[in-house]
C-alpha cells in the first residue's frame, strides 16, 4: 500500500474512532444523568400521596416487608385480636394523633388487594345487583376528621328525610367474605397500618342469602361513624337486593352535618363463629370508657369529657378547631348579625341586661367604636360562654380573646365583640385600643390595613396564671 494511501485510511480511522469515543461519552453522561432522574421520579412516588402505601409504590408487593416480617408471628388459625397486637393497631389507630382522611387512591389499592386475593370469583367480586359501579369520590358527601371520632362523613348539600344519599348507596364498592379465612388471607396482604384500618371497618352480616359474612366497603363509606340517634341509614345489601333502600336520611340533614347511622342495626356479631375469635369489627370501642375510645362523644357530653378545669386546648382539639381556623379555606367575614349573637350570648352567660357603652376620652382620631367587649374574671365563666357557642364561633373566639389586667391588676379574659376583634399584630401599629374605641397613631393611606400591637394590648400573657394552659403558645404554633 502507498504511503499516502495508508495516511488517508489512518486518518479516517483515527477519525471514526475519535467519534466512536465521543458518542460513548456521551452515553455514559446521559446514563448517569437519566438513571438519576429516574431514582428521584421512583422515590416520589412511593412517598407522595398519604400514609397509605400508593399502588404503583408497592406493586408487584402484596404487602411491605415490614408487615410481612410481623406477619410471620401469626400461625394457623389466628383471631383478628392476634393480628391487632402484633401489628400494634393500638398505637397506630389511637395513640398517633389524627389519621389522615384516605385518599381515592387508597381505596382503589383495598380494592386491588381485595380482588387480588379473592380472584374474580362470582359472588366475591360484584355486589349481586352490580353495585361495584365504577365512580370514584363522593357525591353530596365529603370526609373530614370528626372530633372524638376519627374521621367521619359530611353532608355538603341539604338532604330531607326521607331522601336517598347517593354516595351511601349507588357509589359503594363492597367486599365480602365467605369464611374467616379469606379474611386472613385479605388483612395479610395488606400493609401494616391499612390491615389495622381494616379491622375497624368491617362488619359481619347474616343477609345475602348465606349465614354469615364480613362485609367490607372498600371506599369513603367506611368512615360513617355511629350514633345511637342516627340521621342516617345504611342498610347493607340483602338477598332480595336491599341496595335500593340503603343511604336514606332519617331526618332533615343540613350541609355540615355528620352523616351518622347506626351501626347495631346490621352488625351480626359472627366473628367468633366465623373462626375469628371474640371481636367488634365497626363496633369496636364504642363502649364509654373503653381504651380505644376515650373520647367516646356518643353519649358523653362535652362538659363531662373535658371535667370543670379544661385547659384552653381541650376545647381547641375537641372542637377540631384547627380544621375550623386553618384549614379550611378563608373564613367568612363577620357580619353585624354575628356580633349581635356574641353580645346576646355574653349577656346572657353573665345575666346583663346592658352591655358597657362607656367611651374614654382619648386623644387621636377616633375611627372606630369597636361596640361592647365582655371581660371575663371568672375563668368557669369564660368556659360555658364558650360551650354555649356554636363550634365554629367558639374557635373564633378562642384566638380572639386576650388576657389583660384592669386598673387594681385584676386579671379577665377580654373579648371585642365587633369588628375591632379583626385586627392584625404589628409591630408598627397605626393604631392603639383604648378600652372600645381604636385612635390613630399614625397616618394611615386609603385602602391601608389597620393593625394594632398585640403586646401592647396583652402586655403579660396571663392565661397560664388563670388556669387555661399555655394557650397563646399553642394556637400561634399549631
Ligand atoms: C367504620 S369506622 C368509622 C370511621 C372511623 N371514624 C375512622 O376514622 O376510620 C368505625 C370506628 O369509628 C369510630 N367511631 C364510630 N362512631 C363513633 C362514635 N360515635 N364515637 C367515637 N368513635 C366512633 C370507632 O373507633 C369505630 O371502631
Not at 347493607?236 to 347495631?264: C, H, R
Not at 381604636?438 to 403586646?455: M, N
Request: aromatic share 10%; glycine share 10%; net charge negative.
Amino acid at each position: 500500500m502507498k504511503c499516502t494511501t495508508l495516511l488517508q485510511r489512518f486518518e479516517s480511522v483515527s477519525l471514526r474512532c475519535l467519534a466512536i469515543g465521543c458518542a460513548l461519552l456521551l452515553c455514559v453522561i446521559q446514563f448517569f444523568y437519566l438513571s438519576e432522574h429516574l431514582n428521584k421520579c421512583t422515590q416520589k412516588s412511593v412517598t407522595s400521596g398519604s400514609h397509605f402505601p400508593s399502588l404503583a409504590g408497592d406493586r408487584g408487593r402484596s404487602r411491605t416487608s415490614e408487615s410481612s416480617a410481623i406477619a410471620g408471628n401469626l400461625k394457623g388459625q389466628w383471631h383478628v385480636q392476634d393480628l391487632w397486637e402484633s401489628y400494634d393497631c393500638q398505637k397506630i389507630l389511637f395513640d398517633s394523633g389524627d389519621l389522615p382522611i384516605p385518599l381515592p387512591s387508597d381505596w382503589a389499592y383495598l380494592r386491588a388487594a381485595y380482588y387480588g386475593v379473592m380472584g374474580s370469583s362470582i359472588g366475591n367480586e360484584v355486589m349481586p345487583n352490580g353495585h361495584l359501579a365504577n365512580i370514584e369520590g363522593l357525591t353530596g358527601l365529603t370526609a373530614l376528621q370528626s372530633p372524638g371520632r376519627g374521621r367521619g362523613l359530611f353532608a355538603t348539600v341539604a338532604y330531607k328525610k326521607g331522601d336517598r344519599i347517593k354516595s351511601l348507596s349507588d357509589e359503594i364498592y363492597s367486599g365480602y367474605f365467605n369464611t374467616g379465612q379469606q379474611y386472613r388471607d385479605y388483612l395479610l396482604a395488606l400493609p401494616r397500618n391499612l390491615a389495622c384500618e381494616v379491622t375497624r371497618w368491617s362488619y359481619t352480616l347474616e343477609e345475602l342469602g348465606e349465614p354469615k359474612y364480613i362485609m367490607l366497603d372498600l371506599g369513603f363509606q367506611s368512615l360513617t361513624n355511629n350514633s345511637p340517634s342516627p340521621n342516617a341509614e345504611h342498610i347493607p345489601p340483602n338477598a332480595e337486593g336491599a341496595w335500593a333502600e340503603s343511604g336514606v336520611a332519617l331526618k332533615d340533614i343540613s350541609p355540615g352535618d355528620e352523616i351518622l347511622v347506626d351501626y347495631t342495626k346490621y352488625e351480626a356479631h359472627a366473628w367468633s363463629s366465623m373462626g375469628l375469635g371474640k371481636w367488634k369489627g365497626q363496633t369496636m370501642g364504642l363502649e364509654r370508657g373503653s381504651p380505644q375510645n376515650s373520647n367516646y362523644s356518643e353519649d358523653l357530653s362535652e362538659e363531662e369529657i373535658l371535667g370543670d378545669e379544661w385547659l384552653m386546648n381541650d376545647l381547641w382539639e375537641l372542637r377540631g378547631c384547627r380544621n375550623v381556623i386553618y384549614e379550611s379555606g378563608d373564613l367568612p367575614i363577620p357580619s353585624l348579625s354575628d356580633w349581635m349573637f356574641l353580645r346576646g350570648a355574653y349577656a346572657a352567660n353573665s345575666g346583663l341586661s346592658e352591655l358597657n357603652e362607656n367611651f374614654p376620652d382619648a386623644e387621636g382620631t377616633v375611627i372606630q367604636y369597636g361596640g361592647p367587649y365582655a371581660q371575663f374574671y371568672n375563668p368557669s365563666r369564660y368556659r360555658s360562654f364558650l360551650l354555649n357557642l356554636p363550634s365554629s364561633l367558639s374557635c373564633s373566639v378562642m384566638i380572639w380573646a386576650y388576657t389583660q389586667r384592669d386598673e387594681e391588676g385584676e386579671v379577665y379574659v377580654g373579648l371585642d365583640m365587633g369588628s375591632t376583634t379583626l385586627l392584625n399584630n404589628s409591630d408598627r401599629a397605626n393604631v392603639r385600643e383604648i378600652k372600645d374605641i381604636t385612635v390613630t397613631i399614625r397616618d394611615i393611606k386609603e385602602g391601608g390595613e389597620l393593625v394594632v400591637s398585640y403586646r401592647e394590648s396583652e402586655k403579660e400573657r396571663l392565661w397560664e396564671s388563670i388556669g387555661f394552659g399555655n394557650w397563646e403558645q399553642i394556637f400561634k404554633t399549631k
